[in-house]
């Protein structure tokens, strides 16, 4: 049984999804190479085990290896910034399709988006973020590539940092009561990036108000959110024109976004 083989078969039996692909990451991280069955040394076999058997317990594969893909960035990651996730792609692939000189990601975790609108265009970005374990991973990402500013976007008036073109978010939307099946989300991704109240909107409405507040006339807003809060998300934006909300690549709603008339 080749190496690949035999790291999956555990990861499986441990109920790790994308085992296959999980165990072939850990070897690559721990060798450097591509292969499915390398050489191991003795201090590399002990690596791999140990990181394997930190998977079978669902610490994320991200924590493991310090990073996580997002478009044609390498971000940073760990403990106390949330993963950022394929389907927030999407939301950055809207905000690219019309032209911006100015931007603001509320609730920038990592600065995932942030971080790609900066390299990905020629405009001035702003992070905002309010927890500080976050922020420290989002520096390590920006080197100075955009801008981040620590501040709660719920208690604080950011009018300063406007007027912009665009302003997006992947802020917290997950109900209070709503416990991630996902033991990686659940035990792993901290709980102010999850849970936005009692209906999940909480930091959503403040997204908006904010936005309200940044955007010139004819700026956009664009939010990520929850398979079933498009409908609230659209009647939030009462006074936006061009209201609309976009499936993600697995066909569920998941961006909402509007232009300020």
């Known amino acids: 049984m080749s190496l690949r083989r035999r790291i999956a078969a555990q990861l499986q039996q441990a109920q790790v999804p994308s085992a296959d692909a999980d165990a072939q990451r850990l070897i690559e991280f721990v060798t450097g190479s591509r292969m499915p069955d390398p050489e191991l040394s003795a201090e590399?076999?002990?690596?791999?085990?140990?990181?394997?058997?930190?998977?079978?317990?669902?610490?994320?594969?991200?924590?493991?290896?310090g990073s996580a893909g997002f478009r044609y960035l390498e971000m940073q990651v760990g403990p106390g910034v949330f993963v950022p996730r394929p389907e927030t792609e999407v939301l950055v692939e809207l905000a690219l399709a019309q032209p911006?000189?100015?931007?603001?990601?509320?609730?920038?975790?990592?600065?995932?988006?942030?971080?790609?609108?900066?390299t990905e265009t020629t405009a001035s970005v702003t992070g905002v973020e309010i927890d500080p374990r976050a922020l420290e991973w989002a520096r390590l990402n920006a080197?100075?590539?955009?801008?981040?500013?620590?501040?709660?976007?719920?208690?604080?008036?950011?009018?300063?940092?406007?007027?912009?073109?665009?302003?997006?978010?992947?802020?917290p939307y997950i109900p209070d009561d709503m416990v991630p099946q996902d033991p990686e989300v659940a035990l792993h991704d901290p709980?102010?990036?999850?849970?936005?109240?009692?209906?999940?909107?909480?930091?959503?409405?403040?997204?908006?108000?904010?936005?309200?507040?940044?955007?010139?006339?004819?700026?956009r807003l664009l939010i990520e959110h929850g398979e079933l809060q498009g409908g609230s998300l659209r009647e939030l934006l009462d006074g936006f024109a061009d209201v609309r909300t976009w499936p993600d690549l697995t066909g569920r709603p998941r961006v909402t976004g509007g232009v300020l008339v």
């Open 44 to 65: 590399q076999e002990q690596a791999l085990q140990e990181l394997v058997d930190q998977r079978c317990r669902r610490v994320p594969l991200q924590h493991l290896t």
């Open 100 to 118: 911006f000189e100015s931007a603001v990601d509320l609730c920038t975790g990592s600065g995932a988006i942030a971080l790609s609108l900066a």
């Open 191 to 219: 709980q102010v990036a999850l849970f936005g109240g009692a209906d999940g909107l909480v930091v959503v409405r403040c997204v908006v108000a904010q936005a309200r507040r940044l955007l010139r006339p004819g700026g």
């Open 143 to 171: 080197k100075g590539r955009y801008t981040l500013v620590q501040a709660d976007i719920c208690a604080e008036d950011l009018c300063e940092l406007g007027p912009v073109d665009l302003v997006v978010s992947n802020p």
